[in-house]
């Protein structure tokens, strides 16, 4: 199908008829935000999901976010900081969260480890950690699997995190035609020479690995 | 312990980017699912036509 005549999914209305009222559910019971911002935020999702139609974006084994032209890093926050009550938020370990900053800057690694991410915890991990230290928020490096990078929904708020993209055992086998192709996309993300510019030469930015299992 | 604050921009922009939907001037929820309806009935979305080529012509070429 040519790129300037791509069909607006009809299937996809129920379900974005689902997402918008639990978002606006959400957002309006804040009392902080109107339907306005509502239908902004909203209607930002769809454009970027139609770009992701027209002209899909396919994630390297490093991918960097996108700032500009679009701000992919914004469009998530504004998004998922409608969602959380900055009243009530408080960040534990703030002393930890200063070391890790510190080692960082110093041009150590740091790996976190977490259990069952979801698609909204960069955005608020980044919210979270802007007030200690913006590079601890805007810099780390997230693993991310299949969905994030092949769901059109999904992709427009991976676009503005740096991902090591790989592909779990759980989903390797979905798709026989495609098994080659993930089995060297992770040996790529994990491959042993470093090549110039690749993730294993970066310094600085932590790493936040999420294991299956 | 810190309380974070909320430093989002108020707007992210698409200023620069190269292609548009009519998603991208929607106010309000009837106009969200106004434009949702009226791009699943016209079955497609188009990109806005760019400027024309110096010296391109309008005619088909005779075979």
């Given amino acids: 199908m040519p790129p300037h005549s791509l069909q607006f999914p009809e299937k996809l ?8 009222n639990n978002y606006k559910n959400a957002v309006l019971g804040s009392g ?20 992701q139609f ?11 976010r996108i700032t500009e032209p679009y701000d992919y890093f914004e469009f998530g926050q504004r ?13 534990g370990g703030e002393d930890r969260l200063k070391t890790i900053a510190e080692q960082l800057k110093a041009g150590e690694n740091v790996i976190l480890m977490a259990n069952h ?51 779990s055992k759980k989903h390797m086998f979905d798709d026989p035609d495609k098994v080659q192709a993930k089995q060297k996309q992770n040996r ?26 | 312990m810190r309380r974070p604050t909320l430093a989002v921009r108020a707007q992210a922009t698409d200023a620069k980017a190269a ?10 929820e009837a106009e969200f699912f106004g434009t949702m309806d009226a791009l699943v009935k016209a079955g497609k979305v188009r990109r806005p036509r760019g400027p024309r080529r110096q010296g391109a012509s309008r005619v088909r070429p005779a075979l």
């Fill in chain 1, 13 to 20: 209305v129920p379900v974005w008829t689902d997402f918008y």
């Fill in chain 1, 32 to 51: 902080l935000k109107d339907d306005t911002f509502v239908a902004e935020v909203q209607a930002s999702i769809a454009d970027r999901v139609l770009h």
């Fill in chain 1, 54 to 64: 027209m002209d899909p974006y396919e994630f390297p084994s490093y991918h960097t």
């Fill in chain 1, 79 to 91: 998004y998922v900081g409608a969602l959380i009550n900055f009243d009530t938020s408080l960040v």
């Fill in chain 1, 117 to 167: 991410q979801t698609e909204a915890d960069p955005a608020v991990w980044a919210h979270m950690t802007m007030a200690i230290d913006s590079h601890l928020a805007e810099q780390v490096i997230y693993v991310a699997g299949d969905r994030v990078v092949d769901d059109a929904m999904c992709k427009p708020f991976s676009m503005g995190r740096n991902l090591l993209c790989v592909h």
């Fill in chain 1, 188 to 213: 790529r993300v994990r491959g042993a020479a470093a090549p110039k510019g690749s993730w294993q030469e970066t310094r600085g930015p932590a790493r936040r690995a999420r294991p299956r299992g």
């Fill in chain 2, 19 to 28: 292609v548009t939907t009519p998603f991208a001037s929607v106010k309000s």
